[in-house]
């Protein structure tokens, strides 16, 4: 072949390649136009979406592309959309991502979603989705996570579910589904969390998915399930729930009878859909050619079926059939009241509430997608998974801490844009609610700015679960997800935001501070900072390393509470060289630190220091005036003039001086926290403070 036709031929393949590349970006491009049309009808939400633009460019808001181009996640959760699940999904072919939850979208499931066989995960639960499970989705071979719950679906629950042996998790809760639960769900596997509940399945639950070792969870409250309950099921503890099923019967847990075959006579008989049922093999029937109805009747030919207007079951019958109406009737009200509970709890969340966040919101955050892996349940990304908890560490402690992924996604409504208090440049932390109704504040970190060594991690999470003080914010649980590629830290929320928010008010905002006030949020700080120096009550020595007015945070009764508390013990060492930038802007690093790179507890009473200055005064920056007012007890170039001289003149020279000593450039001429809180103790009595008074500390 000759140097021309090689070239020629080069020529055509690259053409061809490039016109290949071409054809399929306008045809995700075209699929995507589609998809806008019909989540978004009114284009409210996804004006980002234009017809010339690129979806990998990162211009489409909520989509994401692989390594080659193509469409692999779509992120639309929690966005308000109101219109329909479109078929022209299905031409997203390298799709493995799709969050369609916390929306308000209606009518079917299509079922030619069915053709994204790369699809790993599917989020289509909290909406007005109706009509039934297409049964087409057994076919998705590569699903690993199934949440359609909370929707108005009807119909039974497909057999051809049970093809899907990579799934997870299968949460169908809160529909209207009627039938049997299939047998063929206990071919499941890789099945860890199952959640039938708050539907109308009738029939026994499932022997089989006894079987299935690594399951945790099963739940099927709040439904009409009848029979024997398998022994093994047992050793699910607390994962399996079952109640408001009055027929459902067992040895062994603790709320149900032992069952007796006067009471049931069918134990013995086979579970629906189970591959050897009678009158399934005999008459050469398989699952799959089963009405989904789940209505199976007895094997019989016409001149020997009983007549059932003479049996003499018909009173038992009718009780049934009573008793089912009136617990779906308990079920559809119950199952009303979530739905508008779950309403309220969006509509109440503010995106401009930062009232944990230590991170001011300068604009509204967007999370970009990414194209997850699978969002994993259980170890995921667990540095406690086998047992490992490392030399020194309590597995027991750090297990009680443990929240799960779901836990996390459902309190933030899936990380809602709607509940973001606030973002930097590792973190971002939502606002949720958790089960049990309280309200938290989650921080999420990721994982690349957290600490690489497992062991160093490890120490981290210990330290942080150790600290219990009445001035900090304690540390509720935590979760890693290997996923998401995230770590989450649930804390308590506090109510009445950062002190930042407190400062440069003007004087007729109901956020100036009475002077009694600031008085005891200073004490309450300074108790805060010598717990976490003390080495008492098994926990070391630590010292804050980033103390600001946005990391003191107040509760309802207007205590101080110091956040991010040993957080560097999590954190990579560049991402804390990184959060000093802020600090070091507003005055809070102490000069040493340049000299040394090094964080001491006279570090942390400089950044201490700071923050009595800017309390007394109500200004975010401290000026030199105001240290020559502190110096001279020149009280009206110091003291906020919002409090209209309402304060206490002995206090504030006793609390000037405090300031002044401990915001000294050498660490040698501080006081050490303990000395502060017995000067802060003289407020009380109204004693003069005296820098002499102060014992000079090397």
């Given at each position: 072949m000759g140097f021309s036709q090689i070239s020629i031929s080069l020529f055509v393949v690259f053409a061809f390649g490039g016109f290949y590349q071409g054809v399929c970006g306008n045809a995700e491009v075209k699929a995507l136009m589609e998809m806008k049309s019909s989540l978004d009808p009114e284009n409210r939400f996804l004006s980002s979406w234009v017809s010339g633009g690129d979806p990998c460019s990162g211009s489409f808001e909520g989509v994401a592309c692989n390594e080659h181009g193509k469409v692999a996640n779509v992120s639309l959760q929690g966005k308000g959309l109101s219109g329909r699940v479109p078929s022209a999904v299905s031409q997203l072919k390298c799709l493995s991502g799709l969050y369609l939850h916390y929306n308000s979208l209606f009518g079917e499931i299509p079922k030619e979603i069915s053709n994204l066989t790369e699809l790993s995960d599917l989020y289509l639960n909290v909406n007005n989705l109706s009509g039934i499970i297409p049964h087409e989705i057994g076919n998705m071979v590569g699903l690993q996570v199934l949440q359609i719950g909370y929707n108005w679906l009807t119909g039974s629950i497909p057999t051809q579910l049970?093809?899907?042996?990579?799934?997870?998790?299968?949460?169908?809760?809160?529909?209207?589904?009627?039938?049997?639960?299939?047998?063929?769900?206990?071919?499941?596997?890789?099945?860890?969390?199952?959640?039938?509940?708050?539907?109308?399945?009738?029939?026994?639950?499932?022997?089989?998915?006894?079987?299935?070792?690594?399951?945790?969870?099963?739940?099927?409250?709040?439904?009409?399930?009848?029979?024997?309950?398998?022994?093994?099921?047992?050793?699910?503890?607390?994962?399996?729930?079952?109640?408001?099923?009055?027929?459902?019967?067992?040895?062994?847990?603790?709320?149900?009878?032992?069952?007796?075959?006067?009471?049931?006579?069918?134990?013995?008989?086979?579970?629906?859909?189970?591959?050897?049922?009678?009158?399934?093999?005999?008459?050469?029937?398989?699952?799959?050619?089963?009405?989904?109805?789940?209505n199976i009747k007895p094997h019989c030919n016409q001149t020997h079926c009983p007549n059932p207007f003479k049996t003499p079951q018909i009173a038992i019958i009718v009780g049934v059939i009573a008793v089912t109406v009136a617990l779906t009737v308990m079920g559809l009200l119950t199952f009303s009241l979530y739905r508008r509970r779950k309403q309220k709890i969006g509509s109440t969340f503010d995106t401009s509430d930062s009232r944990f966040s230590t991170d001011q919101v300068k604009e509204v955050y967007r999370r970009s997608a990414s194209p997850l892996v699978s969002l994993e349940y259980s170890n995921g990304w667990d540095p406690l998974a086998d047992g490992r908890s490392g030399v020194g560490f309590s597995q027991e402690v750090l297990q009680s801490f443990r929240f799960n992924l779901e836990e996390v996604e459902s309190?933030?409504?899936?990380?809602?844009?709607?509940?973001?208090?606030?973002?930097?440049?590792?973190?971002?932390?939502?606002?949720?609610?958790?089960?049990?109704?309280?309200?938290?504040?989650?921080?999420?970190?990721?994982?690349?700015?957290?600490?690489?060594?497992?062991?160093?991690?490890?120490?981290?999470?210990?330290?942080?679960?150790?600290l219990k003080h009445e001035n900090l914010v304690g540390l509720r649980g935590f979760c890693c997800s290997r996923g998401r590629g995230e770590c989450f830290l649930v804390y308590s929320f506090l109510p009445k935001g950062n002190l930042s928010e407190y400062l440069d008010v003007k004087d007729n905002n109901d956020r100036v501070l009475e002077w009694p006030t600031r008085v005891s949020i200073i004490k309450g700080i300074a108790k805060g900072i010598e717990y976490l120096h003390s080495s008492k009550a098994n926990k070391p020595s630590l010292v804050h390393q980033n103390i600001s007015a946005e990391k003191v945070l107040i509760d309802h009764r207007f205590n101080p509470l110091l956040s991010d508390s040993g957080l560097h013990k999590l954190l990579a060492d560049?991402?804390?060289?990184?959060?000093?930038?802020?600090?070091?802007?507003?005055?809070?690093?102490?000069?040493?630190?340049?000299?040394?790179?090094?964080?001491?507890?006279?570090?942390?009473?400089?950044?201490?220091?700071?923050?009595?200055?800017?309390?007394?005064?109500?200004?975010?920056?401290?000026?030199?005036?105001?240290?020559?007012?502190?110096?001279?007890?020149?009280?009206?170039?110091?003291?906020?003039?919002?409090?209209?001289?309402?304060?206490?003149?002995?206090?504030?020279?006793?609390?000037?001086?405090?300031?002044?000593?401990?915001?000294?450039?050498?660490?040698?001429?501080?006081?050490?926290?303990?000395?502060?809180?017995?000067?802060?103790?003289?407020?009380?009595?109204?004693?003069?403070?005296?820098?002499?008074?102060?014992?000079?500390?090397?």
């Amino acid at each position: 072949m000759g140097f021309s036709q090689i070239s020629i031929s080069l020529f055509v393949v690259f053409a061809f390649g490039g016109f290949y590349q071409g054809v399929c970006g306008n045809a995700e491009v075209k699929a995507l136009m589609e998809m806008k049309s019909s989540l978004d009808p009114e284009n409210r939400f996804l004006s980002s979406w234009v017809s010339g633009g690129d979806p990998c460019s990162g211009s489409f808001e909520g989509v994401a592309c692989n390594e080659h181009g193509k469409v692999a996640n779509v992120s639309l959760q929690g966005k308000g959309l109101s219109g329909r699940v479109p078929s022209a999904v299905s031409q997203l072919k390298c799709l493995s991502g799709l969050y369609l939850h916390y929306n308000s979208l209606f009518g079917e499931i299509p079922k030619e979603i069915s053709n994204l066989t790369e699809l790993s995960d599917l989020y289509l639960n909290v909406n007005n989705l109706s009509g039934i499970i297409p049964h087409e989705i057994g076919n998705m071979v590569g699903l690993q996570v199934l949440q359609i719950g909370y929707n108005w679906l009807t119909g039974s629950i497909p057999t051809q579910l049970g093809s899907l042996k990579k799934l997870s998790v299968l949460a169908l809760q809160c529909n209207q589904l009627t039938g049997a639960v299939p047998a063929s769900l206990g071919e499941l596997g890789s099945l860890m969390r199952l959640d039938l509940s708050f539907n109308r399945l009738f029939g026994s639950v499932p022997a089989k998915l006894a079987d299935i070792s690594i399951l945790e969870i099963l739940d099927v409250r709040n439904n009409t399930l009848s029979g024997n309950l398998s022994p093994a099921l047992k050793r699910l503890n607390d994962g399996f729930q079952y109640g408001n099923n009055t027929n459902l019967c067992g040895v062994g847990f603790s709320s149900l009878q032992a069952c007796t075959a006067l009471d049931h006579p069918n134990l013995n008989m086979p579970e629906p859909f189970a591959p050897g049922a009678n009158g399934l093999k005999s008459n050469g029937l398989s699952p799959k050619d089963i009405p989904e109805s789940a209505n199976i009747k007895p094997h019989c030919n016409q001149t020997h079926c009983p007549n059932p207007f003479k049996t003499p079951q018909i009173a038992i019958i009718v009780g049934v059939i009573a008793v089912t109406v009136a617990l779906t009737v308990m079920g559809l009200l119950t199952f009303s009241l979530y739905r508008r509970r779950k309403q309220k709890i969006g509509s109440t969340f503010d995106t401009s509430d930062s009232r944990f966040s230590t991170d001011q919101v300068k604009e509204v955050y967007r999370r970009s997608a990414s194209p997850l892996v699978s969002l994993e349940y259980s170890n995921g990304w667990d540095p406690l998974a086998d047992g490992r908890s490392g030399v020194g560490f309590s597995q027991e402690v750090l297990q009680s801490f443990r929240f799960n992924l779901e836990e996390v996604e459902s309190a933030t409504q899936y990380f809602s844009e709607v509940n973001l208090l606030g973002k930097s440049n590792f973190s971002a932390t939502y606002k949720g609610i958790l089960r049990d109704g309280s309200v938290v504040a989650i921080k999420s970190i990721n994982k690349t700015s957290c600490k690489s060594e497992e062991s160093e991690f490890l120490k981290g999470l210990t330290v942080l679960t150790s600290l219990k003080h009445e001035n900090l914010v304690g540390l509720r649980g935590f979760c890693c997800s290997r996923g998401r590629g995230e770590c989450f830290l649930v804390y308590s929320f506090l109510p009445k935001g950062n002190l930042s928010e407190y400062l440069d008010v003007k004087d007729n905002n109901d956020r100036v501070l009475e002077w009694p006030t600031r008085v005891s949020i200073i004490k309450g700080i300074a108790k805060g900072i010598e717990y976490l120096h003390s080495s008492k009550a098994n926990k070391p020595s630590l010292v804050h390393q980033n103390i600001s007015a946005e990391k003191v945070l107040i509760d309802h009764r207007f205590n101080p509470l110091l956040s991010d508390s040993g957080l560097h013990k999590l954190l990579a060492d560049d991402i804390v060289f990184s959060t000093l930038k802020a600090s070091a802007a507003m005055g809070y690093l102490a000069p040493e630190y340049t000299n040394t790179g090094k964080f001491t507890e006279k570090s942390d009473v400089y950044a201490f220091g700071m923050i009595i200055f800017q309390i007394l005064s109500g200004k975010r920056r401290i000026s030199s005036s105001m240290r020559v007012g502190a110096e001279t007890c020149r009280f009206e170039d110091l003291i906020d003039p919002n409090l209209k001289g309402k304060f206490s003149e002995s206090e504030a020279s006793i609390i000037a001086q405090i300031a002044l000593t401990s915001t000294h450039e050498s660490p040698t001429q501080r006081p050490t926290i303990e000395m502060m809180i017995e000067e802060l103790r003289k407020c009380s009595s109204n004693s003069r403070f005296s820098l002499d008074a102060v014992v000079v500390v090397t």
